[in-house]
């Protein structure tokens, strides 16, 4: 099945705005087994948007827009597309009401110009918006207007909060009743972290031969800390092939699978201390409370983090964590004996069963011949025995942040483990 997804708007083009529609719609149609086979961004103006539109609907068998549903003078997808199909816009009485309560409902005067949303191609399925003004709109295209085939076309609006209800509330009945699959789709990601993209594939991929001789796709996903590791199968057995590949990964790679799927890092961990009965204490210094706000980000984490302490300067290091002055006299604030004093003081100040500590020289200036710019210190901390980690992260300062934090959520998952 070729599917193609279109979003459109200038503003996406000026880098205005960040395309999340492209992952998103992406990830729900391949969950579904809707993968989509090309993807594209286009201008709201409408030669170039003509262009596009035209081209895939003589391939296509599902097309989706995004975008250009609204009432100004830049959303024209609606018209553009209806023109170029022959077909005359006409009133829908329904959304028309719709818009106007949605007005009136708000205490707020309705611009005339609003009133264009409710202006629909003759024939369309129209798709009440619950979360805005602009409808959705679902065409088939018959065969013989672009090719042999026809082509379901579905325009939807362009704001997330107001797409993504409409498609998985009205859209995803929609395709499993136009287009249903005639194959089994199954699709599979385990998260790694602690190996680089081609050591995992040489640790695996001898292993998993035989299944990708059978038909299952393999796929790497190498980002910062992690490499995701993807199975994908269809037809008869797909759920079974895709079992085996995860269970020979598993044995294969061990404890540097920490997830599957969606799954974070900071998701494993509150998963884990919550079923532990443990708690965490935090003490950051380059990473600025970046570990704080990955853990705080899962829902649950009030239950497992007692806090943490920023402590930037070496004054605070010494006067909210206890790390002696002589410490940072003799060996300095980024050194490993200033980042286990730190991993201690968070949890003897906090009462927590761990604490983890981050020190380090994220650049671009700073750095020493002994000491050079990415070095950093992880101190970790536990009833049992504290120590210091030693990395180097050379990487601008934001990615600094967030490898560092992956490092120390890491630690502390061997270590719960």
């Excluded at 959304?95 to 106007?100: E, G, H, P």
């Excluded at 859209?171 to 190996?195: A, D, N, Q, S, Y």
């Amino acid at each position: 099945m070729q599917i193609e997804l279109i979003n459109t708007g200038s503003v996406l083009m000026l880098g205005r705005v960040l395309n999340t529609h492209q992952q998103w719609l992406c990830r729900q149609l391949a969950d579904l087994g809707y993968v989509v086979t090309r993807q594209i961004g286009v201008s709201d103006d409408a030669g170039p948007m003509l262009d596009v539109v035209r081209e895939s609907l003589t391939r296509a068998d599902l097309i989706i827009t995004t975008g250009g549903l609204g009432p100004t003078s830049d959303d024209c997808t609606r018209d553009l597309i209806a023109g170029m199909l022959g077909v005359k816009l006409v009133r829908h009485d329904e959304v028309l009401s719709r818009i106007t309560e949605f007005f009136t409902s708000r205490k707020r005067l309705m611009p005339e110009s609003t009133k264009v949303q409710a202006l629909v191609p003759a024939g369309a399925l129209v798709l009440l918006n619950a979360h805005g003004t602009a409808p959705g709109l679902v065409m088939e295209v018959p065969a013989g207007k672009f090719r042999s085939k026809a082509t379901l076309l579905i325009m939807l609006p362009g704001p997330p909060r107001e797409l993504r209800p409409m498609f998985t509330n009205q859209i995803v009945p929609l395709l499993k009743e136009k287009l249903p699959l005639e194959t089994e789709f199954i699709c599979r990601t385990l998260k790694t972290t602690g190996l680089g993209e081609s050591r995992v594939e040489e640790m695996i991929a001898p292993k998993l031969k035989h299944l990708t001789d059978r038909g299952l796709e393999l796929g790497y996903c190498a980002r910062t800390g992690e490499v995701d590791v993807r199975f994908v199968a269809r037809g008869c057995g797909a759920q079974q092939t895709v079992a085996e590949a995860e269970c020979i990964l598993r044995v294969a790679i061990g404890d540097n699978v920490f997830g599957v799927d969606d799954e974070q890092l900071e998701t494993v961990i509150v998963r884990l201390l919550t079923e532990q009965k443990q708690t965490l204490a935090l003490a950051e210094s380059c990473t600025s409370g970046f570990i704080a706000n990955r853990i705080t980000n899962v829902p649950g984490a009030s239950s497992v983090l007692w806090g943490g302490v920023v402590s930037y300067a070496n004054e605070a290091k010494m006067k909210f964590l206890g790390v002696q002055q002589s410490t940072l006299a003799a060996h300095g604030a980024v050194s490993e004996e200033t980042a286990r004093e730190m991993a201690e003081g968070a949890r003897r100040v906090s009462g927590a069963d761990f604490a983890l500590s981050a020190t380090g020289i994220a650049g671009p200036d700073g750095g020493t011949a002994e000491k050079p710019v990415g070095t950093v210190f992880i101190g970790f901390a536990s009833a049992e025995k504290s120590r210091a980690y030693k990395f180097f992260n050379r990487f601008d300062r934001e990615t600094f942040k967030y490898v560092t934090s992956q490092q120390a959520l890491e630690i502390l998952r061997r270590a719960l483990l």
